[in-house]
Each structure stands twice: as structure tokens, then as C-alpha cells.
């Protein structure tokens, strides 16, 4: 399915008719607004989602990359992925804490 219009196009035209809908009681202007709404909420949420994506993906490329670290720095005293795990959930928490997703280091 390919998309015509943006969600934020999409939005504001269901706002428009929404205002300017002719309904007696009221309920078709009601149900365009709330879906309206609702759109523009899981919009929001899809774009938390896909920089979720973007910051696992960025994680995954420093992981690769501590893997390395790792076998050239093996005196640390713990397994490679015990280093690893705790690296990578660092910068997770880090990641998140900076993109104001509730977390505090």
C-alpha cells in the first residue's frame, strides 16, 4: 500500500472536515476528530519506535566493535561477554536516558 499523503496532511484535512462536516447531531464530526487524534498519536509513537530501531542498530555496531576491543584487551579480569553485555546496556541506558525516555544513570 503505497501512501498518497503525509500523516500530518492526513491530520490536518480530518480536522478541516471534522470543523466543517454538516451533522445534526454532532457525531460524525466527533468520530473524524477522535480518529483524527488517534492518527496523530501513533504517529508519535512510530517515530519512538523507529528511533528505538536506530539507537539498537547503532548499539549493535558498537557491540561489533567492543567484540574486538575485547580480544585485543583480554586483562580486564571478566568473560568478553560479561564486557560486552555491560558496555552494551550502558549505552542503551545512555541512548535512552538522552533521548528523555524516562531513564537516569
Do not use: F, H
Amino acid at each position: 500500500m503505497s501512501r498518497k499523503s503525509s500523516t500530518e496532511t492526513l491530520v490536518a484535512a480530518m480536522r478541516v472536515l471534522a470543523r466543517d462536516i454538516q451533522s445534526g447531531d454532532g457525531v460524525a464530526n466527533a468520530a473524524i476528530a477522535e480518529a483524527a487524534d488517534r492518527l496523530e498519536e501513533l504517529e508519535k509513537q512510530a517515530a519512538i519506535g523507529r528511533r528505538a530501531v536506530e539507537m539498537l542498530a547503532d548499539t549493535a555496531e558498537k557491540v561489533e566493535s567492543l567484540v574486538g576491543w575485547v580480544g585485543r584487551n583480554m586483562d580486564c579480569g571478566c568473560t568478553p561477554l560479561e564486557l560486552v553485555k555491560a558496555r552494551a546496556l550502558i549505552k542503551i541506558l545512555r541512548d535512552a536516558e538522552q533521548a528523555g525516555m524516562g531513564v537516569e544513570l
